[in-house]
C-alpha cells in the first residue's frame, strides 16, 4: 500500500533520474547484470526472511529502487547488504516523477519498483507507473512473493477455489453497508483490508449486511504478535466492539452459503427501523441498495405492521 513520505527525496535518489546517472550495467563486472526495464518487486510483508532469491538479485542488480518510504525500504536493503540509490515514489509526487522515471527507462535503466510491504499494484496506485512503462515500450518484468491478502487466505480456514480481493471499504458506514450489500452475492470468498481502528465498526458492518457468515481477521501476519482469530461475523464484531486493535488487518469472510440477492432488504430494514425513523431508514436503505423508494417505503411498511 502507499503511503505519502514526509519531505523530498535525497539528492542521491533523485540523481538517478538524469540520463547520464551511471548504469549497473555499465560499470559492474557483470555478477548483478540486469536487462534495461522496470522489474516489480515483492517484498516481505513483516518477516525479512520471507524474500525470494530472485528479488534479492533483481534489487542488487538493478540501477536505482523506486519506493514508497526510502527509510522502510533502507532497513530491508541494510538487512541483506545491499547498497543503491533510492527514490521515493508515491501518490504525492506521482505527477511530477513519472515522466522523469519513464523517460530513464526508456533510455536504458534496470529499475526495481517496491512498496512498503508485499507486493507492488495491491491495493496500491503503482500500476501507473507500469502503464506509462508500457506505454512507452518498456518491458515489464514481475518478481512476485509475499501478499497480504494471499497470506491471510492461506489462515482462515475459508475456500480459497474462488475469491475476491476488495481492498479497502469506506470510511463511513452508510457507505461501507451498500459496498458490503453489492459484493454480498458474490459467490466467492471475500479479502478486505481494513484499518485498525475501524475493524470494530466495519465487523459490526459486515454481519449486520452479510449475515452469520464464518469469517477470520488476521493481524500482523509473519510477524512477532501474529494473531488470526475465526469465528462467525456477530461474535467477531462483539469481540472487537470499543477493542484497541494495532497493526495491519486483513479480513476474510467467507462466501454465501447459497445464492441469494444482492441484499437481503428485510434485514437492511428492520436493522435502519431499529435506530431511525421510518423515512430516514427508506432513505438509508434506498441509497444502499438501489431499488426504487417506493418499493423500499410499500416493504417498510409491511414490516412495520407484521411487528405491532
Known amino acids: ?37 522496470l522489474y516489480v518487486v515483492a517484498t516481505p510483508i513483516g518477516n ?26 533502507s532497513r530491508l536493503l541494510a538487512h541483506y547488504d545491499i547498497k543503491k540509490p533510492l527514490l521515493a515514489y508515491h501518490d504525492h509526487n506521482a505527477q511530477r516523477l513519472l515522466p522523469k522515471i519513464v523517460a530513464r527507462l526508456a533510455a536504458g535503466a534496470a529499475l526495481a519498483q517496491v512498496t512498503d510491504a508485499g507486493t507492488p499494484l495491491i491495493s496500491d496506485p503503482g ?11 518498456v518491458a515489464v518484468t514481475p518478481i512476485p512473493g509475499a501478499s497480504a491478502p494471499l497470506t491471510a487466505l492461506m489462515a482462515a480456514g475459508l475456500p480459497t477455489d474462488r475469491f475476491l480481493f476488495a481492498g479497502f471499504l469506506p470510511e463511513k458506514s ?34 449486520a449486511v452479510l449475515g452469520d457468515r464464518p469469517a477470520a481477521v488476521c493481524r500482523e501476519l509473519t510477524k512477532k504478535f501474529e494473531e488470526t482469530r475465526r469465528d462467525a461475523l456477530p461474535r467477531l464484531a462483539q469481540a472487537y466492539a ?67
Open 1 to 37: 500500500m502507499m503511503r505519502p513520505v514526509p519531505g523530498e527525496a535525497a539528492e542521491a535518489g533523485r540523481s538517478i533520474l538524469k540520463r547520464d546517472a551511471p548504469s549497473t550495467k555499465e560499470t559492474a563486472s557483470g555478477e548483478h547484470f540486469l536487462p534495461p526495464g
Open 127 to 137: 500500476y501507473r507507473l507500469v502503464t506509462a512503462a508500457l506505454g512507452a515500450g
Open 174 to 207: 452508510a457507505a461501507r453497508r451498500a459496498a458490503l450489500a453489492e459484493l454480498a452475492a458474490v459467490p466467492a470468498t471475500l479479502v478486505f483490508f481494513e484499518a485498525p481502528h475501524r475493524l470494530g465498526v466495519a465487523l459490526a458492518d459486515m454481519a
Open 242 to 308: 470499543g477493542a484497541k486493535v494495532k497493526g495491519e488487518v486483513v479480513v476474510v469472510v467467507g462466501g454465501p452459503a447459497k445464492a441469494e440477492p444482492a441484499h437481503d432488504l428485510d434485514a437492511l430494514l428492520r436493522e435502519a427501523l431499529a435506530r431511525l425513523s421510518l423515512s430516514a431508514a427508506v432513505r438509508e436503505v434506498t441509497e444502499m441498495t438501489g431499488l426504487s423508494r417506493r418499493q423500499v417505503y410499500e416493504r417498510a411498511l409491511k414490516l412495520k405492521g407484521s411487528e405491532t
Open 48 to 73: 525479512l526472511a520471507d524474500i525470494s532469491l530472485r528479488a534479492l538479485a533483481v534489487l542488487k542488480g538493478a540501477d536505482a529502487i523506486l519506493c514508497e518510504d526510502t527509510r522502510v525500504t
